[in-house]
């Protein structure tokens, strides 16, 4: 499904240029649970925001679901990523001023799906994730477990094959992290999304099926 050839990641820096990310090989297949781990600055976010299309690699290959991802246009990875994949963040990226019902409406409102579906589709989440009491609320109004839940909503209505999260319960206390991790185990297992999390909890990295480690850019 996910793989790299060579990747590496440098920024330019006075007459040199610092090396992020080390030819990066790496082949993750559909169905799987992997998280990323290594020490702050190793490369990890930089790694999963390439995996993401959130950000291009400097050298060597990416190719996901079969298309070679680096020869294409910013329309086409646009398209990519809204059809394809879900993205999580550590600071959940909820819009303050949408209800919680209109956060994960959103990414259905750029695909022009219709209302009738809309609805549908995002009361099946709500339900699922037990939030259907909330949904008129907004982000400000929920715990940081619950804005996660929301966050985790909306990376999936679009129906994605692969989610990525960076440290999504980096905010969270363990209760709520565990409960993320579950969503993340059922979503993996039941409804075979690939997920890829960058994470510093081994026990967080212990509900997928392989841990990847980074150490100064390269994949030890
Ligand atoms: P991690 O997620 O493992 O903490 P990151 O991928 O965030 O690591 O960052 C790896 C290294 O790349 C860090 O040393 C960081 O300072 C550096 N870095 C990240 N983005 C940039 C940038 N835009 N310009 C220069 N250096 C960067
Ligand atoms: P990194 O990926 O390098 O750890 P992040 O960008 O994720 O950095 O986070 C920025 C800052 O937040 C860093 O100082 C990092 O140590 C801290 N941080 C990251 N994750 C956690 C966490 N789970 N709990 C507490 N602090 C964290």
């Known amino acids: 499904m996910i793989e790299l050839t060579g990747i590496g990641k440098y920024y330019k820096q006075g007459f040199g240029k ?7 090989g790496l082949i993750i297949d559909q169905g799987e649970f992997v998280s990323i781990m290594g020490p ?3 490369g990890k976010s930089t790694l999963l925001h390439i995996l993401g299309l959130l950000e291009e690699p400097s050298e060597g290959t990416y190719n996901l679901l079969g298309e070679n991802v ?3 246009s910013e329309k086409q990875r646009t398209e990519i990523h809204r ?6 963040f550590q600071a959940y990226h909820l819009i303050d001023e949408l209800t919680v019902y209109e956060n994960i409406e959103t990414p259905l409102l750029y695909q022009k799906v219709g209302s009738s579906e809309r609805k549908s589709r995002v009361a099946e989440l709500l339900d699922r994730f ?5 949904k008129d ?5 929920l715990s940081g477990g619950q804005q996660q839940l929301v966050g985790i909503a909306r990376a999936l209505i679009a129906n994605p094959k692969v989610i990525f999260a960076d440290e999504p319960t980096g905010n ?4 709520q992290a565990d409960q993320i991790m579950e969503v993340f185990q059922e979503l993996n297992q039941k409804d075979g999304v ?6 510093h909890s081994e026990k967080n990295a212990a509900y997928g099926n392989r841990i990847i480690r980074l150490k100064d850019g390269w994949l030890v």
């Open 18 to 24: 610092t090396h992020i990310l080390k030819n990066i």
């Open 40 to 42: 702050s600055g190793s």
């Open 70 to 72: 680096n020869s294409l």
């Open 83 to 88: 059809s394809t994949i879900g993205f999580v």
């Open 130 to 134: 037990q939030i259907v009491a909330k």
């Open 137 to 141: 609320l907004f982000p400000s109004q």
């Open 172 to 175: 969270l206390h363990s209760e």
């Open 194 to 199: 690939t997920i890829v999390q960058v994470t």
